[in-house]
Every structure is written in C-alpha cells, then in structure tokens.
T-cell receptor
C-alpha cells in the first residue's frame, strides 16, 4: 500500500524567504504527482501536476521537482509572502504494477505560516 | 471556483436526521470521488464513480450512501450519523480514474453532527 510522508509538518518563516517542502512516497509506481494548497476550512486548489516522465514543473514562484526512482518530490517557493500561508498537500496517483493503481494517496500536509 | 461545485458549504445535523450533500461538475470529467477530511488525518477516499458506475467503496459505513445519476452529478446521502462523522467532505473529479490531467476538487462541505 502506498504511503506518502510530508516533512516538515509545520513551517514558520519570515516574509521573503525561499523555502522547500518535502514529500516522499514508498511505491515508485506512480502515474503522476500533484501538489495542492488548502486554506483553512476550504477545498483543495491544484498548484502543480508532474507526470511520472517529467522532472519538474514551474508556475510563477513555485517549482516542483520529482525523482520517481527515489520516491521524492520537493516544492520550492521563492520569495514567500504572507498570502502563501496555507496547508500544502502532496498526492500521488498509483500506476499499473504498483500497490495502489488508480488511487490518489495524500500526505498529511505541511502547514506553512509566512510572517510579515 | 474550480469547476467543481459543492452544496451546502456548511451543514449541522442531528444524529437522527437525513440530509444530502451535492456535487456538480461541468468539466466533462468521467470520474467523481468523495473524500473525507478529519482533523489531523490525511484525506480518506470514500467512494469512486466512473461513467456513473461505482468502482470503489473504501469500507464506508452504510449510513453514507452515494448516488451518481449522471457523470456531472454526485450525491452523498447521510442518515443516522455519529458525532465522529463530523468532518470536511470533499468532492473531486478527473477525466478518468487514471488521468494525465490530475484531479479537481470542490470547496467542500463542513459537516457537524450534534
């Protein structure tokens, strides 16, 4: 069964810092990996989607990398702002031949607080 | 709005009530999902529908009853719930169950059972 772990569980930084959120998964048979943002009490907003054949994706100040063979992804946020404060969730979609085919498995998230 | 709309946004119900959650998407997606998000737990998959057919029931108690009348609409019927069922219920959709394009989530229904 696929397991997804996100480190750190919580992160507090001053405005302007560059930061890295980490995601690891136990089964490398993944179809793709998706990073989401969740504001308190709200739904999930998709930030970046990386296919298993890709190494990274970028959107504005966000850059996500994927090392499928080692079971790791990182989300890099440049020049953080107070508006970036939210919970960031990593999720992997299982591929054929793996333990979780067709299932989207989530980590527990990293709670990010950016101070003005 | 993400393209997946959930109503109501908030719901308070007693343990003997019957209520329904509604999810609607007009993204042309064929797969729809219900997830439960409780405090300090990862999202838990509850049900999967693909082309209106249920393809996954993740050992969900029968007090939760899903309905998918067409590919654009998904309901979750609730009856005789317990206080521990209080959570954020999220609906999602994707092009297919294994999709290149990722999942799109709604804003959720915050359910409180009293």
């Amino acid at each position: 069964k696929q397991e997804v772990t996100q480190i750190p569980a919580a992160l507090s930084v001053p405005e302007g810092e560059n930061l890295v959120l980490n995601c690891s998964f136990t089964d490398s048979a993944i179809y793709n990996l998706q990073w989401f943002r969740q504001d308190p009490g709200k739904g999930l907003t998709s930030l970046l989607l990386i296919q298993s054949s890709q190494r990274e994706q970028t959107s504005g100040r966000l850059n996500a990398s994927l090392d499928k063979s080692s079971g790791r992804s990182t989300l890099y946020i440049a020049a953080s702002q107070p508006g970036d404060s939210a919970t960031y969730l990593c999720a992997v979609l299982g591929d054929a031949g793996g333990t979780s085919y067709g299932k989207l498995t989530f980590g527990q998230g990293t709670i990010l607080t950016v101070h003005p | 709005e993400t393209g997946v709309t959930q109503t109501p946004r908030h719901l308070v119900m007693g343990m003997t009530n019957k209520k329904s959650l509604k999810c609607e998407q007009h993204l042309g997606h064929n797969a729809m999902y219900w997830y439960k998000q409780s405090a300090k737990k990862p999202l838990e998959l509850m049900f999967v529908y693909n082309f209106k057919e249920q393809t996954e029931n993740n050992s969900v108690p029968s007090r939760f009853s899903p309905e998918c009348p067409n590919s654009s609409h998904l309901f979750l019927h609730l009856h005789t719930l317990q206080p521990e069922d209080s959570a954020l219920y999220l609906c999602a959709s994707s092009q297919d169950e294994v999709s290149h394009h990722g999942y799109t989530f709604g804003s959720g229904t915050r359910l409180t059972v009293v």
